[in-house]
T-cell receptor, first 112, second 111 residues
Framework: EAGVAQSPRYKIIEKRQSVAFWCNPISGHATLYWYQQILGQGPKLLIQFQNNGVVDDSQLPKDRFSAERLKGVDSTLKIQPAKLEDSAVYLC??????????FGPGTRLTVL | KQEVTQIPAALSVPEGENLVLNCSFTDSAIYNLQWFRQDPGKGLTSLLLIQSSQREQTSGRLNASLDKSSGRSTLYIAASQPGDSATYLCAVEGATNKLIFGTGTLLAVQP
């Protein structure tokens, strides 16, 4: 069974630029999560989808971050404009129905 | 608000030693607690998941315990190996189905 796929694996941008990350969850998994992990910290949930709908986006900085999950499968997370403090690893995870989560390899973002 | 703390932040041991990693949480109303492993540049790998009704779970050389009333969990690693070197994260899940993570313990096992 294929795991959670993410791309790109690494991205370096200048502040105020925009960036997008892509996630393909495990086939059949209804729940998809995006986490932000700043160096030296544990992952923090940004947004949780159940199929197409948003379950929790309370910690998503909505003035600059957006996420969508079209057709209840793939998801994209966008940052526009990026700030220096957005430098982090962005992790995508999926679960069958809100139970055990399986994580992708992450995208390491560096904002200069 | 749930807070998760892990002690120590870093640990270095010689190969073959048994070791214990600690995790504490402030709100005992949890559904489960999970231990993850994270290798540099990689995602998270789930090691053990303990349901709130359970006291411990074992997988190979790993044993995790849970004491909900005191808000504590331990991850015991027997006969450590250099391949065990990684960051170990614990996370608790509450009523919102949201995982709250600790800051992790960076483990180095010296050959």
């Amino acid at each position: 069974e294929a795991g959670v796929a993410q791309s790109p694996r690494y991205k370096i941008i200048e502040k105020r630029q925009s960036v997008a990350f892509w996630c393909n969850p495990i086939s059949g998994h209804a729940t998809l999560y995006w986490y932000q992990q700043i160096l030296g910290q544990g992952p923090k949930l940004l947004i949780q989808f159940q199929n197409n709908g948003v379950v929790d986006d309370s910690q998503l900085p909505k003035d600059r971050f957006s996420a969508e999950r079209l057709k209840g499968v793939d998801s994209t997370l966008k940052i526009q404009p990026a700030k220096l403090e957005d430098s982090a690893v962005y992790l995508c995870a999926s679960s069958l129905w809100g139970d055990e989560q399986f994580f992708g390899p992450g995208t390491r973002l560096t904002v200069l | 608000k749930q807070e998760v703390t892990q002690i120590p932040a870093a640990l270095s041991v010689p190969e073959g030693e048994n070791l214990v990693l600690n995790c504490s949480f402030t709100d005992s109303a949890i559904y489960n607690l999970q231990w993850f492993r994270q290798d540099p540049g990689k995602g998270l790998t789930s090691l053990l998941l303990i349901q709130s009704s359970q006291r411990e779970q074992t997988s190979g050389r790993l044993n995790a315990s849970l004491d909900k009333s005191s808000g504590r969990s331990t991850l015991y690693i027997a006969a450590s190996q250099p391949g065990d070197s990684a960051t170990y994260l614990c996370a608790v899940e509450g009523a919102t189905n949201k995982l709250i993570f600790g800051t992790g313990t960076l483990l180095a096992v010296q050959p």
